[in-house]
């Protein structure tokens, strides 16, 4: 993670274009362990195909896989 709150970091996922719109599906143990570290929300940021985690309040201390949804998006 990077940065001084919030915090971000470059995320991996195959299949997304610039105009995918992707949505994080924590299980409630996830959800548990963003609590107990602090952090208030976990979003998924797409500038151009590019991914972006962005952590508010704290960083999360281990590392998670999500299930997610991305859904193809009409530009505009």
């Known amino acids: ?3 001084d709150g919030p915090y971000y970091q470059t995320v991996a996922l195959d299949g997304v274009t610039a ?3 992707v949505d994080l599906q924590p299980s409630v143990e996830q959800i548990q362990q963003l609590l107990s570290d602090g952090v208030s ?3 998924i940021a797409n500038d151009g195909g ?3 985690a962005h952590a ?3 960083v999360p201390s281990v590392s998670m896989t999500f299930k997610c949804t991305i859904i193809e998006i ?3």
Do not use: D, P
């Open 19 to 21: 105009n995918s719109k």
């Open 50 to 52: 590019v991914l972006t």
């Open 74 to 76: 009409m530009g505009g």
């Open 1 to 3: 993670w990077e940065g």
């Open 56 to 58: 508010l309040g704290a």
């Open 41 to 43: 929300a976990l979003l």
